[in-house]
């Protein structure tokens, strides 16, 4: 049972010890995992956004490329020529961004729309927003975004200020912004949660992956503390890449300019969806390292369990089960090296044992010799007591503590009269009993020196009868 406990506490100091590395390792591999994965994700964020960037800002060089070069054909043939009226009326409906088609305005009054729609009587061109801002580009450029009331969608005035006379003349069209819409929705399918367009003045949503969003302001009051945050970033002047907290978790937010406006294209990643599919793998693995910690114990446990069992065994006599000479006599040294002035040594010898072989067989002999081992253990069965066979029928036992001459007689006057005992009635024949030397620490300051001096009380044992021990 000490054995058992000895084997399961090693066991377990083998196990406290190799687990708590396995999983600091793997708690370390997580840790570098994770980072790795947020910074690839933080990568795909900003590549992304950048492209999208690219292709609203291709969107609006093609619609801008369009506009100008209405402007040119209308400049180079002039206003007074019909021709140029009957070109206008083709830009309806040839491009999505504009579908109703160009319109143009002067300072005296005149307005014509390409959609054939006629302003009413208190229509004056010079006063409308749209008319002011191109009287500032000389070139086709976007305005203010704003939400139109007729579809409230929102929309943009490309304007341009013509080079022709009698009047002052801009040219325009409406452009409407589904096509931003439609990439804030493209990019939000996977990790990235929220995509918009704001301008830089009026912080003005656009177009959003949210469309409740669309229209609305992004501002400091804004319900969201992710919109909040970001409303402080663009007050801050601050674009590329930034931390910010939202409402669920830590965000990852991307801002890009957008080229011939004054848009910011803002995109957001959820920190918690970016890591939630590793968890998926987190947990398995998690799951794997405590199976094979159970299984490591109980491994450790086997192996242990036999390379005891083979020490056990290299240290044993086959036949009587005691330790052999080699490991008795490395135990004794043990014990005369932590207590040298403790102990006895005894060295017996079974009388007429030849006798048993040469009469009743070597079979006999061997169970004899197992029944003196069997003596010997549960006699000699204290907590410091070693007992071995040396060879042949010699055995020996060592009594590794404080123990005066007068315990030591009746200990051994005892112990031979329990060998008659269990041998007399057995084999009355061959008249078995043990003579036994005896040699104190004491005396001897080496195991070769107690040895010696217990073989020479051995021999005066014998010499003077038998039967009896003898202390040197």
């Known amino acids: ?108 009054g005149n307005y014509f729309d390409a959609s054939g729609w006629v302003p ?10 749209w008319y002011q801002e191109g009287l500032t580009h000389s070139q086709p450029a976007f305005g203010e975004p704003y939400v139109d009331a007729m579809t409230d969608g929102t929309c943009v005035s490309v304007t341009s200020r013509l080079h022709t006379s009698p009047g002052v003349t801009v040219l325009s069209a409406d452009v409407y912004l589904d096509y931003a819409a439609h990439l804030t929705d493209a990019i939000t399918y996977d ?50 890449q930034t931390e910010v907290l939202g409402d669920e978790s830590v965000y990852f937010i991307n801002i890009n300019t957008i080229p011939n406006t004054d848009w910011y294209f803002i995109t957001c990643m959820n920190r918690n969806e970016v890591l939630k599919d590793l968890w998926r793998i987190e947990f398995p693995m998690l799951v ?51 207590r040298p002035d403790q102990g006895i040594l005894m060295i017996m010898d079974m009388d007429n044992f030849k006798l048993i072989n040469d009469q009743l067989g070597h079979p006999v002999g061997d169970q004899v010799l197992r029944e003196f081992a069997s003596i010997l253990e ?59 030397g005896v040699s104190r620490t004491a005396d001897s300051d080496t195991y070769e020196l107690l040895y010696q001096s217990a073989d020479k009380a051995l021999y005066n044992a014998k010499w003077n009868g038998k039967d009896q021990f003898w202390m040197q």
């Open 1 to 108: 049972m000490k054995a058992k406990r000895h084997y399961i506490w090693a066991n377990i100091k083998l196990v406290s010890t190799i687990v708590p590395i396995v999983l600091v390792m793997i708690i370390i591999y997580f840790m570098l995992v994770r980072q790795e994965i947020l910074t690839l994700s933080r990568e795909k964020l900003a590549l992304e956004s950048q492209y999208y960037a690219e292709k609203i800002s291709a969107w609006i060089d093609s619609v801008l490329s369009e506009v100008t070069i209405y402007k040119d054909i209308i400049e180079r043939l002039g206003l007074e020529n019909e021709a140029v009226y009957e070109m206008l009326e083709t830009s309806v409906d040839v491009h999505e961004a504009y579908p109703y088609g160009l319109y143009m305005g002067d300072d005296l």
């Open 120 to 129: 009413e009587e208190d229509y004056v061109v010079a006063e409308r927003d």
């Open 191 to 240: 990790k990235i949660e929220h995509a918009f367009f704001v301008t830089q003045k009026e912080r003005l949503i656009v177009a959003s992956s949210d469309a409740l969003l669309t229209g609305t302001v992004l501002s400091a009051d804004n319900d969201s503390i992710l919109y909040q945050n970001i409303s402080g970033i663009l007050d801050a002047g601050q674009t590329g």
């Open 288 to 338: 794997i390292a405590i199976i094979a910690s159970i299984l490591l114990f109980f491994l450790t446990s086997l192996f242990s369990k036999e390379m005891s069992t083979i020490r056990t065994k290299a240290r044993m006599d086959p036949l009587t089960k005691l330790l052999n000479r080699e490991a008795f006599e490395d135990l004794v040294r043990m014990s005369i090296a932590e």
């Open 378 to 436: 549960n006699y000699f069965n204290r907590n410091k007591d070693i007992v071995g066979r040396l060879g042949g029928d010699e055995f020996a036992v060592f009594t590794g503590r404080d123990i005066s001459v007068a315990e030591t007689n009746g200990m051994l006057k005892k112990f031979i009269s329990v060998v008659h005992q269990n041998f007399d009635s057995k084999y009355p024949d061959q008249k078995l009993s043990t003579s036994i």
